[in-house]
């Protein structure tokens, strides 16, 4: 199985970002997707994870209200959709899978990408 992300780029405070991670090898609906994210210096944390059919969806308190995880099982691919971001969004955004039911830790997951940079300018 392997997992890729993409769509990190440099924007600006209180524009909008949407990541992609493609999964590729294995069966899409098998498998919760959950975004992490590492601050600069700091240690990686949890953002949002989605169910693998799509039913459930769980956020960090830094992330409700402004970021939304989706899927689409056409493509194999999870999205984070982020709005309204912030200078402390700046971080490398890991997307993970794991089978079965979709969990906040991140030992839990059996699959990482290799990670994309957004970078929020102030």
């Known amino acids: 199985v392997q997992v890729v992300e993409s769509g990190g780029r440099l924007v600006q405070g209180g524009g909008s970002l949407r990541l992609s991670c493609a999964l590729s090898g294995g069966t899409f609906s098998c498998y919760a997707m959950g975004w992490f994210r590492q601050p600069p210096g700091k240690e990686r944390e949890f953002v949002a994870v989605i169910s693998g059919a799509g039913l459930s969806q769980y956020y960090a308190d830094s992330a409700k209200g402004r970021f939304t995880i989706s899927r689409d099982s056409a493509k194999n691919t999870a999205y984070l959709q982020m709005n309204s971001l912030k200078p402390e969004d700046t971080a490398v955004y890991f997307c993970?899978?794991?089978?079965?039911?979709?969990?906040?830790?991140?030992?839990?997951?059996?699959?990482w990408g290799q990670g994309t940079q957004v970078t929020v300018s102030s």
């Open positions: 993970g899978a794991k089978r079965r039911g979709p969990s906040r830790f991140e030992r839990d997951y059996d699959y």
